[in-house]
C-alpha cells in the first residue's frame, strides 16, 4: 500500500490523494486547485498519473476543492466508478454543471475582450464533459460500506455539508481513514461529526489548524450589521457558498425576521440558481440536517428568487436597500461579480463574507484590507465596509479538529496533515505531536509514501 499526495498536500485546495492498494488505484478526491495564481496554474498541469489508471474516485463530499476535477479527469481517459453518498451526487449534479457553464463564459469573456495571454481561451472542462462525468457516479448503500477488490471501504458522516463523509479503505487488515472535511459541533445545519475509533494511516484535514472560531452570536453581529447599513441607506451583501452556506444565510435571516431584529419589509434576495436548487435538495434531504421540518420549510419565505440573468443584472443596478445573497462565496466568478461592481465603491453599503477565505481569493483580498479588486479586466475602487463573519464557517476549528482527533482508541501508525494552509497545517502537525504524542508529519505536493 502507498498514497501519492497530488494535491491539497502544501495548500487548502485541490484534495487529490492516490492509494495504490492490492493493484488498485483508489482516488481520494478529485478536486479544484483554487485561490493564488499560481496554484490555479496546477489545474492545467499534468495529472501526476494516468487518469486512465485509476480504478475508481472514492469521494468525500460536493465541494468543489474536493470534487470540481472530476469532469477534467474524465476528460484525459478515466473510465472508472465515482462513489458518492447519495447526497454528494445530487449535490455535484448542480455543483459541476455551474463549474462548467462558469468557465465557459470566462473563456467566451477572455476571447471577446482579448484578455487571455492564450490565441484561444479554453474552459477546463465543457457542460458536456460534466455531463459525462456525472454518468459515472454510483451511489452507496444505505450503511455507506462496499467492497472494490480486497478492500472494504466506509463513508462516515463528519458534518460540514450535507453528505460529507470521512472514508475509510481497509485491506490485508490495516485501514487507512481520509478525514475530508470536518464539520462542527454546533453547525446550524449539520449534526456533530461521528467520531471513528481505529486508523492505522490518518489524512486529517487541517482548514483552521491554527485557528479557533471566535465566541460570537452569528445572528446578533448579522443583526447589527444589517441594521447599522439599512440607516444609512445601503445593502447588505452576502457573498455566498451556494451549497450549505446559502441555506444557513436564509435560516439565520428567517430567525431574525421572527425575534423582530428584521422588519419583514426588508427585502432578501436570493440571487443564485445554484443556491435555489441546492436548497431543493436539501428539503429532500431532511432527515440528514438537525433542523426543525417547520423551519426548513419557511426558509423561502417571503424571499426573492432571481433566476433570470436579466433580472440578476436589474437587481444589481437596483438602490432599493436590500439583503443580498449571491454566489460565488470567495466572489471568485458568479453573479456576485455584478453586485460587487456596483456596490463596492459605495460607501454606504456593507460587503459580508460568511465562512472561510482561500489566500488569493478575491475574497481573502477584500477581507485583509484590500482598496481595490479587478472584475473582468478592470479595476473597481472598494469603498464599501467589508466584515469577515467567520462563525458562518462549516468548518471544524483547530480544537474541534483535536477532540475529533481523540476519539481514535490508539495513535494511527502514520497520520498526515492534509488540505490547509502551510501555517496551519504545521500549527496542527505541531499539536498532534505535542500534545497527543503521534508520529505525524505534513506531505510535500507530489510526494509518494509508502505506507
Given amino acids: ?17 492516490l492509494l495504490d492498494v492490492n493493484g488498485q488505484r483508489l482516488l481520494l478526491d478529485c478536486g479544484l486547485f483554487q485561490g493564488y495564481k499560481v496554484l490555479r496554474e496546477r489545474n492545467w498541469a499534468p495529472f501526476g498519473v494516468s487518469p486512465y489508471s485509476v480504478d475508481a474516485v472514492l469521494l468525500s463530499h460536493a465541494h468543489l476543492d474536493h470534487s470540481g476535477y472530476i469532469p477534467a479527469l474524465v476528460r ?25 457553464h462558469l468557465q465557459e463564459e470566462d473563456a ?28 459515472h ?22 458534518g460540514h455539508l450535507l453528505g460529507a463523509s470521512a472514508i475509510s479503505v481497509t485491506s490485508g487488515g ?11 459541533d454546533n453547525d446550524l445545519l449539520m449534526p456533530a461529526p461521528q467520531h471513528l475509533q481505529r486508523a492505522d494511516v490518518l489524512l486529517i484535514e487541517s482548514t483552521y489548524g491554527n485557528r479557533l472560531h471566535p465566541a460570537e452570536d452569528v445572528q446578533q453581529r448579522l443583526t447589527q450589521i444589517v441594521r447599522n447599513t439599512l440607516k444609512r441607506g445601503g445593502s ?24 423582530g431584529e428584521l422588519d419583514y419589509e426588508v427585502p432578501i434576495i436570493l440571487d443564485s440558481p445554484m443556491a435555489i436548487e441546492a436548497t431543493e435538495i436539501m428539503l429532500k434531504h431532511q432527515r440528514l440536517l438537525r433542523v426543525s421540518a417547520r423551519e426548513l420549510a419557511g426558509l423561502r419565505d417571503g424571499v426573492t428568487l432571481v433566476t433570470k440573468p436579466a433580472d440578476s443584472l436589474k437587481q444589481a443596478a437596483s438602490r432599493k436597500p436590500a439583503v443580498i445573497i449571491s454566489a460565488s462565496g470567495m466572489a471568485t466568478g458568479g453573479r456576485v461579480l455584478n453586485y460587487l461592481k456596483t456596490m463596492a465603491p459605495q460607501a454606504r453599503h456593507h460587503i459580508v463574507f460568511p465562512g472561510f477565505q482561500v489566500g488569493g481569493s478575491r475574497g481573502a483580498k477584500m477581507v485583509e484590507g484590500a482598496r481595490e479588486i ?19 464557517s462549516g468548518h471544524a476549528d483547530a480544537d474541534g479538529l483535536m477532540a475529533w482527533l481523540r476519539s481514535f482508541e490508539q495513535p494511527p501508525a502514520q497520520t498526515f496533515v492534509v488540505h490547509g494552509e502551510p ?4 500549527a496542527l502537525r505541531s499539536r498532534i505531536q505535542d500534545e497527543l504524542g503521534w508520529r505525524v508529519r505534513v506531505p510535500q505536493h507530489g510526494e509518494t509514501v509508502p505506507l
Fill in 108 to 135: 467566451k469573456r477572455a476571447n471577446r475582450y482579448g484578455t487571455s495571454r492564450h490565441e484561444k481561451a479554453l474552459p477546463l472542462y465543457s457542460l458536456a464533459d460534466t455531463k459525462k462525468a456525472l454518468a
Fill in 174 to 184: 490495516k485501514t487507512l481513514v481520509y478525514s475530508g472535511d470536518v464539520g462542527r
Fill in 423 to 426: 501555517a496551519a497545517s504545521d
Fill in 1 to 17: 500500500m502507498k498514497i501519492s499526495f497530488l494535491g491539497a498536500a502544501d495548500a487548502v485546495t485541490g484534495s487529490r490523494h
Fill in 236 to 259: 447588505v451583501l452576502l457573498p455566498s457558498f451556494a451549497v450549505g452556506r446559502a441555506q444557513a444565510l436564509l435560516l439565520v435571516l428567517q430567525r431574525m425576521r421572527q425575534a
Fill in 76 to 100: 484525459q481517459g478515466f473510465k472508472g466508478q465515482i462513489f458518492s453518498t447519495g447526497a454528494t451526487r445530487e449535490l455535484c449534479d448542480v455543483l459541476l454543471k455551474d463549474s462548467a
Fill in 374 to 392: 479587478k472584475l473582468h479586466g478592470e479595476y473597481v475602487p472598494v469603498n464599501a465596509e467589508v466584515s469577515h463573519l467567520e462563525g458562518f
Fill in 137 to 158: 457516479f454510483v451511489g452507496l448503500p444505505r450503511d455507506g460500506r462496499l467492497r472494490l477488490g480486497k478492500a472494504e471501504i466506509r463513508f462516515t458522516p463528519v
